[in-house]
């Protein structure tokens, strides 16, 4: 279906080759993963198929492509729009229309489909895709999981026989995450699509993936079987380091896989985790906290308390109003009803000084908070601002990461080190509580295990962290406290291993794996005392 | 209605009211712009472009209307008040600080900046009438890099406005509280480059999607171009054409009525067609 032949590409003005010499093959209807670290040249690789770098974004191509017979050198992407559908990584970006039904239209609209056949095409994508009761919503205020879906009906209009999907999940919670997916699996499955998908949660899709292409960000490129690349990789789901850890002769790649071969193993101890003392210091309280947005009712009759000391995680689905109550505590919402006290003092109160001592906001899109053109110039200004001893800011980041080189734009870094820079940037005034807006969007593992052991240090120096989050994995890891919010209120609220063993959605995959445990993280695992009666050990 | 016929209807009447010329026309023409946003408004997506366009010719003209009394070339005729005149170099005769203000500097000021006033309004009430992207669509298919050009600014405007805010509070959050000029740049930076990086985003998915490929695009809901799209689109022109023999015939007040009752009609019209069908 897609043969990549002598494919290499590098960036003018760049030093690093993305590919080198890359020969494969993708087959007719296979399901390809496409993995790496963020900056690694993912992205770029799946641009390739489809002709957009090197026609329409620079890039130095030599080599060829050919998508079911025919050339990208020779085609421009426009012209190979009946044969590949492709996802972009924020949907919401690549929108042209407004309206879900001319948004999937719009393809057949400039390829110039007659009238009649582009209703029925448009009919059948709606039907597959689930989209009957959104077909005449405005696309600006769908959910993630709906925008997600409308793009890929409007990939799939067109009757593609490839579709490219760049991180389909990144922005969505567990169960919008999980229908995405399942749809993703029933077209490679029903309609025999091939299917090329890059994803950084590798525990959503690793069991149902052909074949993988690992990008390792100096021009090499390893393909192989899910299991064959899962040996090589430092890039391992929870369940792969857990069987790696343990030495397992095979590696299992699903829940499932695990529960079989764990089945006859012995666990003489259970090994508890450390319990969260909380202290009894009031930090933030919030009472009776209402919200309705043009009419519609965000949040209703919250009440809450937060102890200093806490860490807790805020989950629930897209829209569930987790960023609208952190944006509250924060004081910069502030139409709200019912009150919220921080530190005995109104959030929207705060400004200046004694905002930042006590309040330290990461938003959603770190980036937000830079406007330096280099790290050192973004971090001298944060003294500037705050009348800080000139250089707290750089100490704060070198305690919490030196990877970082001053001499960059703060916009060059790797998602993961712009969301260390904004940490240190919030960090440098000392504030008490730290407040994080989901902060793993488009992390890899490794940045993960790198916020995890920063948040970890600081929550043992006594900062109170709150964070809306989606990724169960990073919330077993550290939380002491998780809130779900749904429809509007909160339905549960209690320690971390309650909540999260509570529900299957929530549920990380150790828990799901040793469910008869008190077991969350891949370290519980393997400080365990197990013996392994079966052969696998 | 087409979308077409919205843009084709209020660009005539602003027009006319150019060449008609007259206070009582343009502000006739303000309010009918306002009455027919209120009952058709359609697009919702880019917030209220009528409101901004409004908020726009208010401003433009309390711009003028302030560097007409404190500067320029004073009209004789009867002074209203008297300001007290700065005293300038010989080499700059001809320029005036302050002084006095005549009634005729003012009128001629207030008659030019209703005619400007009124085409940015007929804009607003065009893009609030019909959704802007659908236009562009219709006009441009085949006029490739001007129609992507048109489709990005429309849509990153939103978008604009939005990383705006986000990042206005994210600067709050960094304990700055007061924007000076100075640091005005830090807003910037991060919109701009947002919008950039949007920008880049959506030509490339219209590249992929095969935008200004083909030579003849098609429609999925065609907006038929009907019998009362040509009724108003007759009867705009030929109010642009006789506005001048209005104004000069009749008297102010029946001209300007005869202007609003042709204006309106045809969308009366529509509406009795619309009824019969």
Known sequence: MITFSNVSLIYPNSQRTILDNLTFTVDESELILVIGLTGAGKSSFMKLINGVIPHHTAGLLSGEIIVDGKTTNLLKPGELSGVIGIVGQNPLNGFVTSKVEDEIAFTLETNGFAPDVMRKRVEEVIDLLGLQNLRDRNLFTLSGGEQQRVAIAAALVMNPKVLILDEPTSALDPVAAEEVLAIVNKLVHDLGLTVIMAEHKLERVIHFVDRIVLVNGDGQVEIGTPQEIMQKSEINPPIVKAAKKLNLATIPLSVRELKRISATWQIRKKAMREKFIATNDQLISVKNFSVAIEGKTILKSVNLVFNSGEIVALMGRNGAGKSTLLKSISGQFKNFTGSIVVNNRRPSDLVGKELVQNIGFVPQEPSDLFYGNTVAQECEMVDLDNKLTIGTTIKTLHSLSNQIKLDLHPRDLSEGQKLILAISIVLATRPKILILDEPTRGLDYQAKDILVSILQKLAKDGTTILMATHDVELVAEFASRVLVIAEGELISDGPTIEVLTASPAFAPQMAKVFSNQNWLTVNDVISADINFTGNDA | MNSLSWWLWSILL??????????????????????????????????????????????????????????????????????????????????????????????????????????????????????????????????YLFGVTLIIAVSVLPQIVNSFNRVQSARRMRGLTKLRLNNFRNIITPVLEESIERAIDLSAAMESRGFGYSKNPTRYRPEKFTLSDLLIFTSSIYLLIFTPVLINSFGALLATTLFGIFALSPLFLIRKQVVLA
Do not use: Y
Request: hydrophobic share 55%.
């Open chain 2, 14 to 143: 602003a027009a006319a009211a150019i060449r008609a010329g007259t206070l009582c026309i343009g502000f006739l023409l303000i309010l009918i712009f306002t009455l027919v946003v209120a009952k058709h408004k359609k697009s919702d997506e880019w917030g209220n472009p009528f409101k901004l366009t409004m908020q726009l010719a208010l401003a433009a003209t309390v711009v003028r209307l302030f560097f007409a009394i404190l500067i320029g070339t004073p009209l004789p005729g009867k002074t209203l008040i008297s300001l007290p005149q700065l005293e300038l170099p010989n080499w700059l005769a001809g320029i005036r600080v302050g002084g006095d203000v005549t009634r005729e500097r003012l009128i001629s000021v207030i008659n030019e900046s209703s005619k400007f006033a009124v085409v940015l309004i007929a804009f607003g009430a065009a893009s609030a009438l019909s959704s802007p992207v659908q236009v562009i669509k219709l006009i441009s298919g085949r006029i």
